[in-house]
């Protein structure tokens, strides 16, 4: 029995680990105070922009993180925990912890985990002011797009201007050899 119990906190931290190894961002809350209707809320809300929010006993966590060298957060886990893995992109679980924080006194943003840096509510606040990944690719991409627009404008216009004059060089050429 004793055994079973060891292996089922093993496989419950293998699980954590993992989902720490494929996170882009980690936020760790503290959720008390939240009624039922709340936490089905933030849950929802977290699952709309494809985050994992889970509430995992802090001993469990504690060793996940310290598996992976992660070290630092002992401090955080302390009452009751909650964390929230952006898998996709680091800045939905910031931004709508975040947020809901704003609106619900209760949730407290603990910490964060960005890039292998543990990150504190100030920076966790500051990832959440981020546009989304694909806002800010599609900003890099006008960015880049825009000089060479622009070389096309200039080009298509001189290749315009190029063209009406050596019609009108033809044109008088032909009027001169009739």
């Known amino acids: 029995m004793k055994e079973e119990k060891l292996q089922g906190k093993q496989a419950l931290v293998d699980e954590i680990k993992e989902k720490i190894q494929g996170a882009q961002s980690i936020v760790l809350m ?6 039922v209707e709340e936490v089905t ?4 809300q977290f699952r709309e922009s494809n985050v994992d929010y889970k509430v995992y006993k802090n001993t469990m966590m504690r060793r ?5 060298g992660i070290t ?15 898998m996709e992109d680091p800045v939905p679980g910031a931004k709508i912890a975040s947020k809901f924080a704003e609106s619900h006194e209760a949730l407290e943003i603990k910490s964060g985990y960005v890039d292998g840096k543990i990150i504190d509510v100030k ?6 002011k981020l546009p989304a990944k694909e806002v800010l690719i599609a900003q890099v991409l006008g ?10 404008n200039v080009l298509n216009a001189n ?17 001169e050899a009739a």
């Open 30 to 35: 503290n959720y008390h105070g939240l009624n």
């Open 159 to 175: 290749l315009k201007g190029l063209a009406v004059v050596l019609g009108a060089i033809r044109d008088k050429k032909e009027s």
């Open 41 to 44: 809320e933030l849950r929802a």
């Open 64 to 68: 996940a993180f310290n598996d992976l």
């Open 143 to 152: 960015g880049l797009n825009a000089p060479l627009q622009g070389f096309a």
């Open 123 to 128: 920076e966790v606040e500051s990832l959440a």
């Open 72 to 86: 630092g957060f002992d401090e955080f886990l302390k009452g009751p925990s909650s964390i929230a893995f952006s």
